[in-house]
């Protein structure tokens, strides 16, 4: 059984789902699980439905009506006749949006998961309803019945038992030879008392590696709007090259620093039970692409860049006078977990420590604040952060051209710097 993941960008009109249908057509008879997400940039979408409707702006109900419109659109080209039952059931799924929009919001993070993952309940239902209407055989599955997760909204913790019992029950049931391929959302989940969660933006990458780990698949692909993947975001770099092939190791080290092409959480399910994955263009689906797999070592060895604009750097001293040890060092992180901000990079000397930062406004506020009533706290905004894997010393050279290097750490394979555009007086 093989894996596919299609990402929003690779459904967000109708072309794009017609496109979908002929990469599947690619692979008669094989058995498919087809992990989808939301379509366009739908999440985007709902998060705002969500946000009026807890900050009672007053705006839910047009903000989710651009949401309906964009999706009828899509399914008036993909469905000509208006009495296909795709209409009916992508109306039930908005009309639990309508009732979540009734009551009075609850934890924001909760009316979150309810409110966002009908943007994945509705493009599967398209996209199976179009393949089936195709003549492609397919069933449509709630993935909520095979994952289950905690209850930490939107970033809900696979139960890894539960799980693996459920989709061993229920995948097998709807695969066979008349039925090859299941059609299913990505990003989702749910609790052990079926309330909705969702695993983290992106999160879909995800959930096609959860299914592959736990039945055993024998590949994943994910279709991208990039051939493969590359060794640098062709948005801030020039000559971005193709890697034939990665390591599993690099593959996480990579998406972990925030090369955004593969989720970071999805290689590890996958390496543990050797399962290659795939990253193709959904537009050259005969192309090579990348693969991500068991013994193989990175090619090209070229570095790597990935690159983090809106960065924050802290350097914290403490009042007491006393050194940056076990005590502080652990109040500190402390601190950064209540406040949900994520490291990305830190260092630390005898008495002061330094850590950059995505900077997400509200949480940076708030954390400093925080930090400030026991430490001296020096801050520096709209910084940027590279991590470079396989660098020369070259390649860091060049890069620090025109920019200032506020602080530097390198390992044998990666090296990190965050710097700050120096701007001519
Ligand atoms: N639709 C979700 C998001 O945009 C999940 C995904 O695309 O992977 O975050
Ligand atoms: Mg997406």
């Known amino acids: 059984m093989k894996i596919f993941k299609f990402g929003g960008a690779s459904v967000k009109d109708a072309e794009s789902v017609k496109n979908v249908a002929a990469i599947i057509r690619l692979f008669p008879g094989e058995r498919l699980v087809v992990v989808v997400s939301a379509m366009g940039k739908t999440t985007n979408g709902l998060e705002k439905v969500v946000k009026a409707h807890c900050n009672k702006t007053g705006e ?7 949401v309906k419109s964009y999706h009828d659109t899509i399914l008036e080209s993909l469905f000509p006749d208006s009495n296909a039952s795709v209409y009916g059931k992508v109306n039930n799924f908005f009309v639990e949006i309508d009732w979540v929009l009734e009551e009075e919001p609850r934890s924001f993070d909760f009316v979150y998961d309810q409110i966002v993952a009908v943007g994945e309940l509705i493009s599967t239902a398209i996209v199976q309803s179009y393949l089936d209407e195709q003549g492609i055989a397919c069933k449509w599955l709630d993935i909520r019945d095979c994952i289950r997760t905690d209850n930490t909204y939107r970033e809900g913790k696979v139960d890894w038992v539960e799980s693996e019992k459920r989709i061993k029950q229920i995948i097998p049931t709807l695969i066979n030879d008349r039925n090859p391929i299941v059609v299913t959302q990505g990003f989702i989940g749910a609790t052990s008392e079926n309330f909705t969660t969702t695993l983290g933006r992106e999160g879909s990458d995800y959930t096609a590696a959860i299914i592959a780990h736990l039945l055993d698949g024998e590949s994943v692909t994910i279709w991208k709007d990039v051939p493969g993947v590359l060794n640098a975001d062709p948005k801030y770099f020039n000559d971005a090259q ?37 990253v193709k263009s959904f537009m050259q689906p005969q192309g090579k692409g990348t693969v991500v797999g068991k013994d193989l070592t990175t090619k090209p060895q070229v570095p790597s860049f990935i690159f983090k604009s809106d960065q924050v750097l802290v350097s914290l001293a403490a009042k007491d006078f006393s050194f940056i040890a076990e005590d502080n060092l652990s109040s500190i992180f402390a601190t950064f977990a209540a406040c949900g901000v994520k490291m990305n990079l830190m260092q630390n000397s005898a008495i002061s420590f330094s850590v950059c930062f995505d900077d997400d406004k509200n949480k940076t506020f708030m954390l400093i604040e925080l930090l400030k009533k026991d430490y001296w706290v020096r801050y520096n905004e709209g910084l940027q952060l590279y991590t470079i894997r396989y660098y020369y010393p070259s390649t860091i050279v060049n890069l620090s051209q025109g920019r200032e290097i506020l602080l530097e750490q390198r390992s044998r394979t990666t090296a990190q710097l965050v710097m700050k555009e120096i701007v001519a007086s």
């Open 60 to 66: 839910a109900t047009s903000l989710l009506q651009e």
């Open 242 to 278: 193709k890697l034939e092939q990665l390591s599993y190791h690099d593959a996480i080290e990579l998406a972990y620093y925030g090369a955004s092409v593969i989720h970071p959480k999805t290689i590890k399910p996958l390496e543990n039970k050797n399962i290659p994955l795939f």
